[in-house]
T-cell receptor, first 113, second 113 residues
Framework: AQSVTQPDIHITVSEGASLELRCNYS??????LFWYVQSPGQGLQLLLK??????LVQGIKGFEAEFKRSQSSFNLRKPSVHWSDAAEYFC???????????FGQGTELSVKP | NADVMQNPRHLVRRRGQEARLRCSPM?????VYWYRQLPEEGLKFMVY????????ESGMPKERFSAEFPKEGPSILRIQQVVRGDSAAYFC???????????FGDGTRLSIL
């Protein structure tokens, strides 16, 4: 069965520092992978996606993620965090024919001034 | 995320009443997904519909919950005889195809008194 693990429930970083949010997945083949961000009281906004091809994908708001098949990981990175990045981040996986998303538990990001 | 319209944004019901949640997908999107976010939990898939057809309902509770996506009009998630445990945020997402990224609405927050 497909599953997604986000090991870090809560991360705090200083503004301007770099960020890496971890995501590990379990799936028999290469899945479709996504990162979404959710601000309080809002829906989810798609940051980036990986379907195939280049394993380093660029997204919106300066985020990027790298697919590592050998580690079953799809970690999200940003070189310099802004206070407005404080939110909850969800990694998700879908089968390689699309359809329903399986989400991780989420990582809440706090940004210190 | 206003392009996927969910209403109402907040819904209060007493135990035993019915709750109807509506979702209008983005223009051109014929695939609709419903997810539920319980307090302190991540998002869980409920049901996937494509115009008039239920494609995957593997996440739907067996009783009291139903969903439809008629030829005309929004998708409806219906919860009969609500109980306290139904209190959650319910999110709708839409996509133009099964293999395309899903775009989320801002959700309906359901509270059961």
């Amino acid at each position: 069965a497909q599953s997604v693990t986000q090991p870090d429930i809560h991360i705090t970083v200083s503004e301007g520092a770099s960020l890496e949010l971890r995501c590990n997945y379990s799936y028999g083949a290469t899945p479709y992978l996504f990162w979404y961000v959710q601000s309080p009281g809002q829906g989810l906004q798609l940051l980036l996606k990986y379907f195939s091809g280049d394993t380093l994908v660029q997204g919106i708001k300066g985020f990027e993620a790298e697919f590592k098949r050998s580690q079953s990981s799809f970690n999200l990175r940003k070189p310099s965090v802004h206070w407005s990045d404080a939110a909850e981040y969800f990694c998700a996986v879908a089968g390689n024919q699309g359809g329903k998303l399986i989400f991780g538990q989420g990582t809440e990001l706090s940004v210190k001034p | 995320n206003a392009d996927v319209m969910q209403n109402p944004r907040h819904l209060v019901r007493r135990r035993g009443q019915e709750a109807r949640l509506r979702c209008s997908p983005m223009k051109g999107h014929s695939h609709v997904y419903w997810y539920r976010q319980l307090p302190e939990e991540g998002l869980k898939f409920m049901v996937y519909l494509q115009k008039e057809n239920i494609i995957d309902e593997s996440g739907m509770p067996k009783e009291r919950f139903s969903a439809e996506f008629p030829k005309e009009g929004p998708s409806i998630l219906r919860i009969q005889q609500v109980v306290r445990g139904d209190s959650a945020a319910y999110f709708c997402a839409s996509s133009p195809g099964k293999e395309q990224p899903q775009h989320f609405g801002d959700g309906t927050r359901l509270s059961i008194l």
